[in-house]
Structures are given as structure tokens and as C-alpha cells.
């Protein structure tokens, strides 16, 4: 059975251009479609390489900026053919616009009750139909920040999957209570958890498959690792706004690189590396052993000086 991947773009309008001050054009620009290598840009190279992945969407700013950004995001997502899940920051709650981030909720879902959990997931869940999206089936939750008491609240929804754990993050503000090193797809409180894929990138140090997190060279290695230990997944992390700077006002040359260099991989490797939808309910084996990347020194150092330029060059203001 060749290995499932699930390339997964956290999709959101972004706290810290709230806390600016920012007019409600100007963050949905810079979270969304920022410097031109946004969603958009984002869905057009999937096309070209014959790609699928999976949008976690966050309805939750509708609280604040009306539903209208979320439906536009939507129904871009949809009308490519790619698919649209549940992403949920809480914090959007307590907030208003035009205070400068002076009023919010609880940033992590872990600090909600079981109960309030329900209740914040169906609701996120109605907003994001209204979006335009169908019936979510899976779930991230905002920062990771996840417990037993969020799957138990998922399954009693009728959600099918979880892809919140990451061992990187773990125990806080990810605490689902599965092992830091687990990364095979696994049967879990009522749910499906397909936890991020993580390499070990120095001894005993985990660090998570995303966009902005390893280099080129450490993704190919992840995912030929993958192929040869036969993993039941790998699940990618990136964001709508992270191919460019902070300010989301010019494009980040390093991860725009990084990510045209993952959609080659992955087309190149289609036999043994199927990109898949949640809603496509994939079969894979639940429950394996599959073991993180071990490390390697060279391609650690190499990402280090690569970051480095990407934060002191890449990552200034236009």
C-alpha cells in the first residue's frame, strides 16, 4: 500500500495584523492572498503538479469580520478542486474589531471544558457551512493545541479525523495523550488521529514537516524515509500566508523555494507518495511503528544557515 500524504495549508486570517490595527481589507490581503504567493498562488502550483491538499479552514474572525472573507477563501479552495476541513483558533471569541487585540478568549482549546469544546467546534463547524464548505470531517486545531478531551468532543460531532497532535509540540500546547513520537495515523478516542510528520533533526530533538520549519534537502529525505520504512502517512504543514514575510508585504524567497521544490518531490514520487483528501477516506494501516527521520548533522547545519538568511534578509518589510 503506498504511503498517503496529506498536504495541509492552515488557513486563517492572522491575530497579529488584528493586534495592528490593520483595516479588515488589509488583513484579509496579508493573511490570505499575501505579496501573490497566497492561497491563490498556492492552489495554482497544486494544479500544475497534479496535487491534492487539504485547506483547514478557520471560520472563527466571521465573529469579527463577517463571514464574507471566509466565503471568498472557500469557495476559491473548492472551485480548484482541492477540499476544505476545520481549523479553530479560540481566541476570536472575546475579540472586536478596531481594539487592537485588547479583547479576546483563551488562545488554546485545551483550556476549554469538554463541554465548551463541544460547543466551540459545532459552532466553528456551522460557520464554515455557511462559508460555503461541505460537512467537515476533519479537524486541526489552532497552535496544535489539543487534548483527549478535543477528540472525545470531535467523535461526539461525528467529526472522522484529527491531525492536531505534533510530538514538536508536545506535551504543550499539543497533549493529546499519544507518545511525542508518534506519527503513524492511529485509532484514538473515537477518532483518527494523523498526527504531523516530524524528523528527529539532532539527537533526541524533534522538529515537525513544515514549510518553514526544513529545508529542501530535509523534506526529500523525510519522504524517501517514508517510502522505504513503508509509513502509513506523512502529513505536511503550511500555511496560507507563509510563503511570505511576516508582514506578509513581499514574498519570502526561501519558502517559496521550498515549496515549489515540494510539489516537484512529491509529483516525482506519486507511486509511492498518493496525496490524498480526508474526504477521499483513504484506507491505511492504523497503529504502525513508523519512526521520524533520524538526524543528520550536515543537513541541520545547512537548514540553519538557510534560516538564518531567510530571517535576517527574507524577512524584512517591503
Known amino acids: 500500500m503506498p504511503t498517503r500524504v496529506f498536504l495541509t495549508v492552515d488557513t486563517e486570517l492572522m491575530w497579529r495584523h488584528h493586534v495592528a490595527g490593520l483595516d479588515v481589507d488589509t488583513i484579509v490581503q496579508r493573511s490570505l492572498e499575501p505579496a501573490g504567493v497566497g492561497v491563490g498562488w498556492q492552489l495554482r502550483m497544486l494544479a500544475a503538479h497534479g496535487l491534492k491538499a487539504c485547506f483547514f479552514v478557520d471560520p472563527m474572525p466571521a465573529l469579527v469580520y463577517g463571514l464574507d472573507p471566509i466565503k471568498r477563501v472557500v469557495g476559491a479552495i473548492l472551485e480548484a478542486g482541492q477540499e476544505v476541513q476545520l481549523h479553530l483558533h479560540p481566541n476570536w471569541t472575546g475579540a472586536h474589531a478596531g481594539d487592537n487585540g485588547t479583547s479576546y478568549g483563551a488562545f ?66 499539543s497533549a493529546i495523550g499519544l507518545g511525542a513520537r508518534q506519527i503513524a495515523p492511529i485509532r484514538h478516542r473515537g477518532v483518527i488521529e494523523v498526527p504531523v510528520t516530524l524528523i528527529e533533526d539532532q539527537k533526541a530533538h524533534l522538529r515537525h514537516f513544515q514549510i518553514c520549519a526544513l529545508s529542501a534537502a530535509e523534506m526529500r529525505a523525510a519522504l524517501d524515509h517514508a517510502v522505504r520504512a513503508g509509513h502509513a502517512a506523512v502529513t505536511i504543514v503550511s500555511h496560507g500566508f507563509e510563503l511570505a514575510n511576516r508582514a506578509g508585504t513581499r514574498p519570502n524567497a526561501v519558502h517559496v523555494r521550498r515549496f515549489e521544490a515540494l510539489c516537484r518531490m512529491l509529483a516525482e514520487r506519486r507511486a509511492g507518495l498518493v496525496t490524498t483528501h480526508f474526504a477521499d477516506r483513504p484506507p491505511m494501516h492504523l497503529g504502525q511503528h513508523d519512526q521520524p527521520l533520524g538526524p543528520s548533522l550536515l543537513r541541520t547545519r545547512l537548514r540553519q544557515a538557510e534560516q538564518l538568511w531567510s530571517n535576517l534578509v527574507e524577512e524584512r518589510a517591503a
Request: hydrophobic share 40%; glycine share 10%.
Open 108 to 173: 488554546e482549546l485545551i483550556d476549554y471544558s469538554f463541554d465548551e469544546q463541544v460547543k466551540l467546534i459545532a459552532g466553528a463547524a456551522d460557520m464554515l457551512i455557511a462559508a460555503g464548505a461541505p460537512e467537515p470531517i476533519a479537524f486541526r486545531s489552532g497552535s496544535y493545541s489539543a487534548s483527549d478531551d478535543t477528540l472525545g468532543a470531535l467523535a461526539e460531532l461525528g467529526f472522522t479525523y484529527d491531525s492536531s497532535h505534533n510530538g514538536s509540540e508536545h506535551p504543550w500546547p
